[in-house]
């Protein structure tokens, strides 16, 4: 039965899709012995050559060997296309194209190609360029690199990304282990699955990124898969519209709901965001003038942590959105004080600062997750650079903007050649502690340090914290910290949570996609 003009126009557009780069060619794995010209088993380069040469015969329906797939009594452009349609059967993702594993597909990717080729490859040292697993490189396994060739360069990570976080959220619907509460993972264990926490009926303060992340995706692909999955674990969080805990709300609900409505726009989580404010400035101390950190069950002191710069963004958006006017002047005076107090004169940080909370008076600064309080904790570092250039953001206040710019300077002088810092940026001056890296403090620095470059005015600071935050995203999708051909369920490896202690943490994973997304949206200065 000859085809219809209609389908052989779609056919002719196949084809040159295959020609043109075949980046939207998607088919179910399979063999069909009918595209087996050369009966050897496989589709290669060998049928595509009797194709060809009954093709330029101009062969008639008689001797054309079984080359007229479409039986139209010749062989020509439908023919080729249905081929080719064939001979794209294999579901290969884009990482399986990313030979040198840099997450781009481009010419270091032909390189390792053409080497295996002109070598003549054995299966054991093809280095994965045998991509149809047919025991040699050829000219199909250059189409299948080809597919993907013109493709966004990021698309690999993104794939990865997608990959990692829905094995994730699978691995929690199905392991008995997430179960009662303990389904709100914060960091991976030695065998790199996520391990268990839940921290009393509120859960623990990291609580909010895994919906953070899944709103986030769902903002990149607009695939209903992950919006639903969001919502779904939004919701779980809805009691912590009243948490009383400590000051994270900022980070549970805001990350949660508050992006989700960024996103979507759903009016149903505007009086959840509101609620979690109420509660969040219950602990604002007007002697002070910050939000205390902890409670006094847990803690009786007054210690304001400089993650605390972050809990901000939730109470200025509150503010302007129906919420209480005072709620803006007490988000100012708290960040009036981090920077006064949490800052020191060479724009590193103190992580802690208790007060007195009758006079307002500093009785100490401290630490808890650096070496010492003369050093300088990497991931507080970071929440300087996100918070302060927040604060600048919502007020336009330029001692906010000049603090986040001196935080950001000396995070970028302090970093090592490949910009992910150590867990506290003394760690080389202290022999005696691990020596190992933050990846976490990295990612949220990345984000803050994207969006610092569009606030400030000249073009050198443009430049200078645009480049930094790009060098640190390139190391962090080197294989050097992601987690690609591991184990680890995370996307980045080699973050630190404290004390020098190794593994992923699921605010690395959700930072670092946020960053990706800003660099995304922010053109080069």
Not at 11 to 38: N, R
Not at 161 to 179: F, H, V, W
Not at 196 to 218: N, Q, V
Not at 485 to 496: E, K, V, W
Request: hydrophobic share 35%.
């Amino acid at each position: 039965m000859k085809k219809s003009n209609l389908g052989l126009a779609s056919l002719v557009l196949t084809v040159l899709g295959f020609v043109f780069g075949l980046s939207s060619l998607t088919f179910a794995v399979g063999y069909d012995s009918q595209y087996d010209l050369f009966k050897d088993g496989r589709i290669d380069s060998q049928d595509l050559g009797i194709l060809a040469e009954k093709w330029l015969l101009n062969c008639s329906s008689y001797d054309c060997e079984g080359a007229d797939f479409d039986n139209s009594n010749k062989v020509d452009l439908a023919d080729f296309a249905l081929f080719a349609n064939y001979w794209l059967t294999l579901e290969l993702s884009a990482f399986d194209c990313d030979l040198v594993e840099d997450c781009r597909i481009d010419w270091k990717d032909l390189a390792r190609f053409a080497e295996s080729w002109l070598a003549d490859c054995s299966v054991s040292d093809c280095g994965g360029s045998d991509l149809n697993k047919n025991g040699k490189v050829d000219f199909l396994d250059y189409s299948l690199l080809a597919q993907h060739w013109s493709a966004d360069p990021n698309i690999c990570l993104w794939e990865f990304i997608e990959r990692q976080l829905a094995n994730t959220m699978n691995e929690l619907a199905t392991n008995p282990i997430y179960s009662g509460g303990y389904d709100w993972p914060r960091a991976t264990g030695s065998d790199g699955k996520w391990q268990p926490l839940a921290k009393g009926e509120w859960g623990h303060w990291a609580c909010g990124f895994i919906p953070g992340s899944l709103w986030y995706l769902y903002q990149k692909t607009s695939d209903e898969t992950w919006r639903n999955l969001a919502e779904d674990r939004t919701a779980q969080l809805e009691h912590n519209r009243y948490r009383d805990y400590d000051h994270e709300s900022g980070f549970v609900i805001y990350r949660s709901y508050g992006l989700g409505y960024q996103i979507t726009g759903n009016p149903d989580y505007i009086p959840v965001i509101m609620d979690a404010t109420t509660y969040l400035l219950h602990r604002y101390n007007a002697a002070v003038g910050c939000i205390k950190s902890w409670n006094a069950i847990e803690n009786p002191k007054f210690e304001v942590i400089i993650d605390g710069m972050m809990m901000l963004e939730m109470v200025f958006w509150a503010s302007k959105n129906g919420g209480d006017p005072t709620w803006y002047d007490k988000a100012v005076s708290h960040a009036d004080k981090t920077m006064q107090n949490n800052v020191r004169p060479n724009g590193s940080t103190w992580q802690i600062v208790e007060y007195n909370p009758t006079t307002g008076a500093v009785n100490r600064k401290w630490y808890k997750q650096g070496i010492n309080q003369n050093t300088t904790w990497s991931r507080g570092q970071a929440w300087g650079i996100c918070g302060f250039t927040i604060a600048y953001r919502e007020t336009g206040e330029s001692r906010f903007l000049e603090t986040a710019k001196k935080i950001a300077d000396y995070f970028i002088d302090h970093s090592p050649p490949d910009h992910v810092p150590y867990w506290d940026f003394n760690a080389p001056d202290y022999p005696q502690v691990p020596q190992v890296r933050d990846s976490s403090a990295a990612a949220i620095a990345a984000s803050g340090l994207l969006e610092l470059s569009t606030l400030v005015s000249s073009q050198q600071d443009k430049e200078k914290y645009y480049n930094a935050a790009c060098n640190i995203l390139d190391s962090l999708s080197s294989p050097a910290y992601l987690a690609h051909g591991t184990n680890n369920m995370a996307i980045l490896l080699h973050g630190c949570a404290g004390g020098g202690a190794e593994s992923s943490l699921m605010y690395g994973d959700h930072f670092f996609i946020e960053a990706l997304l800003r660099r995304e949206s922010i053109p080069p200065p």
